[in-house]
């Protein structure tokens, strides 16, 4: 069966803003291979929209190699949003759904393929709530930012979790791999 991964940045101090990180070649270059490797990555609207941007190197390539394999990968995964004010995705391979997620997560878990990706804060506290994620990728920037969003500030109850790798990135970053323990 495929995994649930929730793969998200944040800074020591938990805030999740994507102004906040590092965004160097080392972190383009991890989340391509992540991408790369998933079937699917479902987004809530908010972060769909900021992803967006990177369509545009696609058409438009930076010159930085980095950031233009991650804009190739992203384009190429599927991508599901849910959203219930978006019309339309603008992104050929996007679609909206629009049934519930726990719903859309559990069918997606039954079919062959590659992993599925939550790549949405909202979508990870829901699925955190409803016990459906399989594997964590928090990859924590060296900032203590001080204000901003934090990423498990919603969560119901508390979840163990078991350490199963790390990785450490040239900027100082570290990507925490946890699975949930469950009993």
């Known amino acids: 069966m495929k995994k649930v991964i929730a793969a998200f940045n944040m800074t020591l101090d938990g805030v999740c803003d994507h102004t906040a990180g590092i965004a160097d070649e080392g972190l383009h270059q991890h989340y391509a291979d992540l991408i790369d490797n998933g079937g699917v990555i479902l987004y809530g609207r908010i972060t769909y929209q900021l992803m967006q941007f990177w369509q545009t190197l696609v058409q438009n390539p930076s010159g930085e190699k980095a950031m233009d394999d991650f804009a190739i990968s992203i384009d190429k995964i ?12 603008g992104w050929n391979s996007a679609k909206l759904v629009n049934r519930p997620l726990d719903e859309e997560v ?4 039954k079919q062959a393929g590659k992993d599925i ?18 594997e964590f990728q928090i990859c924590i920037h ?3 930012e001080g204000k901003g969003l934090l990423l498990f500030d919603q969560i119901k109850d508390r979840i163990l979790l078991k350490l199963v790798k790390t990785k450490l ?10 699975e949930p323990r469950r009993e």
């Open 169 to 178: 990135l040239n900027s100082g970053a570290v990507v925490f791999y946890y």
């Open 142 to 144: 060296p900032v203590i």
């Open 117 to 134: 990706l939550i790549g949405s804060r909202s979508l990870i506290i829901q699925l955190l709530n409803s016990n459906l994620i399989d």
């Open 106 to 109: 559990l069918e997606l878990k």
């Open 78 to 89: 599927q991508k599901l949003v849910f959203s219930n004010t978006l019309k339309d995705t």
